[in-house]
């Protein structure tokens, strides 16, 4: 099917189409309504060596850049268990433990939830839980306590970020969907009511007409160029007739016969020669009398 099918198939069954678009509108409003924006919240935390593993009265800060190999073993210590335990009262939270690459010994804590109150609860679980897992690696290797490696926050965000991609992505989709839905089905609609009305046609022609067409709304599906024409006359007199019982042909004296002249243009527009139109003529001496632009048939005077 061309493109200026579907387009005339759309113009005619518009209120098909119309039906379609309302009914789009109406599926993404009810899930921009339905489906909750995200809301996300992050937090850092910094590693930072014992004391009795820097000099004394050193600046730890100045330390941390051999821990990021404990960023990497705390960030693969926090398995799914963990993770689940921390959002049990929120199932719906997703939690993202990363170390920031750029600092080494950060550790970046994301949450997303369907509310802020759940963002906010489920990001205070992963922090604690960070730092009680750092504690548990170093029980296990009975690490003394002035050489334990400490975990401080950082930053601890206390407004979420609203995030409405999800949201607008499935309503979006429920939109495009219902719109291309409603051009199916005007589309479909337009060509079963179309071949309905063509065979009811063929079966009984006598019923069909210019109106059927009409009623389908095919106005404007005529071709460029073509017009009606309108079949002449049977009751009108003929004008060559006319002519003719106005001017009688007459009979040469030598052979008795009539001339009668067809004009071209009679002949191509399917006029029969028996009705061609006489003309008189002056003598075969002189030809020149009366010229034609027409051909001559001869036959024999009746």
Same mark, same amino acid.
């Given at each position: ?68 190999? +404990? *960023?990497?073993?705390?960030?693969? $210590?926090? =398995? ?6 921390? @959002? !049990?009262?929120?199932? %719906? &939270?997703? +939690? *993202?433990?990363?170390?920031?690459? $750029?600092? =080494? ?6 949450? @997303? !939830?369907?509310?802020? %109150? &759940? ?184």
């Amino acid at each position: 099917m061309k493109l200026a099918d579907v387009v005339g198939a759309l113009r005619r069954r518009w209120y098909v189409l119309l039906a379609g678009i309302l009914i789009a509108a109406g599926g993404a409003t009810y899930v921009w309504m339905t489906v909750p924006p995200e809301y996300e919240r992050t937090a850092s935390q910094l590693l930072l060596p014992g004391k009795a593993t820097i000099p004394e009265d050193a600046n730890p800060y100045l330390f941390v850049g051999g821990l990021y190999q +404990v *960023a990497d073993i705390l960030v693969r $210590a926090i =398995g799914p268990d963990d993770v689940a335990a921390a @959002t !049990a009262e929120h199932p %719906d &939270a997703t +939690v *993202a433990v990363t170390r920031d690459t $750029a600092a =080494g010994a950060v550790m970046i804590v994301t949450v @997303t !939830a369907s509310s802020e %109150d &759940a963002a906010a609860t489920v990001l205070e679980n992963v922090t604690a839980l960070t730092a009680s897992r750092l504690g548990e690696l170093q029980d296990e290797k009975s690490i003394p306590g002035d050489e334990r490696i400490e975990l401080v926050p950082l930053t601890n965000a206390t407004q979420s970020v609203v995030i409405q991609k999800t949201r607008m992505l499935t309503a979006a989709a429920v939109g495009i969907g219902g719109l291309a839905l409603g051009a199916v089905a005007a589309v479909l609609a337009d060509t079963f009511l179309r071949s309905r009305r063509r065979a009811r046609s063929l079966r009984d022609p006598q019923d069909s007409g210019p109106a059927d067409e009409l009623r389908d709304g095919d106005e404007g599906s005529e071709e460029p160029g073509s017009a009606e024409v309108e079949a002449p006359d049977a009751d009108a007199p003929d004008p060559d007739a006319i002519e003719a019982a106005e001017h009688p042909a007459s009979a040469e004296p030598d052979d008795e016969r009539v001339r009668e002249t067809v004009a071209p243009s009679a002949i191509r527009g399917g006029r029969s020669a028996g009705r061609a139109r006489p003309r008189r003529r002056g003598s075969w001496q002189d030809p020149g009398e009366d010229r034609m632009d027409a051909f001559e048939i001869e036959r024999e005077a009746g």
